[in-house]
């Protein structure tokens, strides 16, 4: 018995068999050419190698794959369905589990699909490695969101609240009444769907409308509309 190294597989061949040597390449050439993407993991599910085509869904290449985690690769939608299978694994059973995920596509749309694991090792009494092959169900394409504009009576509305300011503040340094004030704050909460004064603040940070790091807070100009 020796060890071989074939694409970053250690496998143990028998040399003195001449056909183990010829049907471990056909599998390996079969695994590496098969358009369904497919991965073998161990049973925590980091994966151990995988084809070409599993690598493309990562926009990767297979040897970069080697030791990632495939559930953070591909993102579980129900919790307690990897639970189950953990439980199930540990307990020795060789069912078929299958797990409804979603992955960032290379493009940048989200796609979704299911991942399906079939335990597999020589004998019962062996902790199993999984096979694991993931089937594409959709795609939901990728738009990229227009930056968030104010106007610049907005815009200093938000720094000014960012900065601790009250109504009665905000209108009196921008010379506004405070129905005024109110009225730019109530038509920017909608437009962002912010539940209150916090929340808004929190999202004009986020969108990039006032600059991050900056004190006193201040409206990031790519972000005010010119009037």
Do not use: K
């Amino acid at each position: 018995m020796r060890r071989s190294c074939v694409e970053g597989l250690e496998v143990l061949v028998d040399w003195a068999h001449p056909e183990a040597v010829v049907w471990r390449n056909r599998a390996l050439t079969l695994f590496d050419r098969v358009s369904v993407p497919v991965a073998v993991c161990d049973v925590y599910g980091d994966v151990q190698f995988a084809n070409p085509a599993m690598a493309a869904e990562c926009g990767t290449t297979p040897g970069r794959l080697r030791g990632r985690d495939v559930l953070e690769l591909f993102h579980p939608q129900e919790a307690i369905q990897v639970e189950r299978i953990a439980e199930a694994l540990r307990l020795r059973h060789r069912s078929r589990y299958q797990v409804s995920v979603r992955w960032r596509a290379p493009g940048g749309g989200e796609r979704y699909g299911e991942l399906t694991a079939d335990p597999v090792s020589d004998t019962v009494e062996e902790t199993p490695a999984l096979l694991v092959m993931l089937r594409v169900r959709g795609e939901r394409e990728h738009h990229a969101e227009a930056p968030a504009r104010v106007a610049p009576v907005e815009a200093r509305i938000l720094a000014l609240l960012a900065g601790g300011a009250t109504t009665v503040r905000a209108a009196r340094e921008t010379g506004l009444t405070t129905d005024g004030v109110t009225y730019h704050l109530r038509r920017l909460s909608a437009r962002w769907g912010a539940a209150n004064r916090t929340e808004l603040v929190a999202r004009a940070y986020a969108l990039g409308v006032l600059t991050s790091g900056a004190w006193p807070p201040t409206a990031a100009e790519s972000a005010v509309a010119t009037e």
